[in-house]
């Protein structure tokens, strides 16, 4: 089944969170796997729900060093990045679609001093509603090139952004932007 953030996350309950001695596979995915704190070791990621907000989630980390992330409303997928900003521990990024699935949301978080903080700016970016994106595509969405970190966001003027029926992004018509790296 292709990964996609139109699946809702609404069957996660607080039983259902990852543990030390799990380490997740996929990626990208709900569950996914990583050295987010640099220190040689693999954390499993997952979402799971909010203890404190109702109908919200956050990620979880089978580390108790790791913090976990609330990420509001809805249904997200994973993608480890790897190290895109070479300080040893992989980015993770969080891909929603709060409206509806009309529209997505892209944090890419990255852990240091003891905190998770966003890498840039996040942004919103809509490739209408249903629209298939594949694994693949997530996975490359967000690129490390030559020292420089490059995120993909859809030209709103540009018509040929999604395949002639609408149903897939063509993904080489995506506009590249250098991310103002924090
Ligand atoms: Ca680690
Ligand atoms: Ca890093």
Not at 44 to 65: D, M
Request: charged share 25%; glycine share 8%; proline share 4%.
């Amino acid at each position: 089944m292709p990964a996609s953030i139109n699946d809702s996350t609404s069957g996660h309950s607080n039983t259902d969170q990852v543990t030390e001695s799990e380490l997740p596979q996929e990626n990208p995915g709900e569950k996914v796997s990583g050295d987010f704190d640099g220190d040689g070791r693999q954390e499993g990621a997952g979402i799971n729900r909010s203890e404190a907000k109702e109908e919200e989630y956050v990620i979880h980390f089978a580390s108790s060093k790791l913090p976990q992330i609330e990420i509001g409303c809805c249904g997200s997928l994973l993608v480890n990045e790897g190290d895109l900003n070479n300080d040893g521990g992989d980015e993770l990024n969080v891909f929603q679609s709060p409206y509806n699935g009309c529209t997505n949301s892209l944090r890419t978080y990255t852990y240091s001093n003891n905190k998770w903080r966003a890498l840039y700016e996040p942004f919103m970016f809509s490739v209408g509603c249903s629209t298939q994106i594949s694994e693949q595509e997530y996975l490359d969405w967000v690129v490390a090139e030559k020292g420089e970190v490059y995120y993909h966001i859809p030209d709103p003027n540009d018509e040929d952004v999604l395949s002639e029926d609408g149903s897939k992004i063509v993904f080489s018509n995506l506009m590249k932007v250098k991310a103002k790296v924090n």
